[in-house]
């Protein structure tokens, strides 16, 4: 069974910073697309970073780029978000996501970590 678990939300002040992670179990990351979105109360589910088939494939939503970097480690099978000079509408709970092809694509999602910015 494929898991994975987000961790490092927390409560913070506004230009603070904030690294999560999300660790994979039951799978090998290898260079299998990952996501992190975050979903805000009353609004839809908004797509913050994404990292492709390399390391220099990746892509921001604007409202996080110079900010944001998403990573991974494949030896210790996990994906991380590091955020800087955070603000108060990065509030939010952020999931991960991994894609993983084997008959068809299918996406693996973690429970999402709580993230609060503010004085």
């Known amino acids: 069974q494929v898991q994975l678990v987000e961790s490092g939300g927390g409560l913070v002040q506004p230009g603070g910073s904030l690294r999560l992670s999300c660790t994979v179990s039951?799978?090998?990351?290898?260079?299998?697309?990952v996501t992190w979105y975050r979903q805000a109360p009353g609004k839809e589910r908004e797509l913050v970073a994404h990292?492709?088939?390399?390391?220099?494939?990746?892509s921001y939503a604007d409202s996080v780029k110079g900010r944001f970097t998403i990573s991974r480690d494949n030896a210790k099978n996990a994906v991380y978000l590091q955020m800087n000079s955070l603000k108060s509408e990065d509030t939010a709970v952020y999931f991960c996501?991994?894609?993983?092809?084997?008959?068809?694509?299918?996406?693996?999602w973690g429970q999402g970590t709580q993230v609060t910015v503010s004085s």
């Open positions: 039951g799978l090998s990351l290898s260079n299998n697309p």
């Open positions: 990292l492709g088939y390399t390391a220099d494939s990746t």
């Open positions: 996501s991994v894609n993983v092809f084997a008959t068809k694509w299918d996406e693996y």
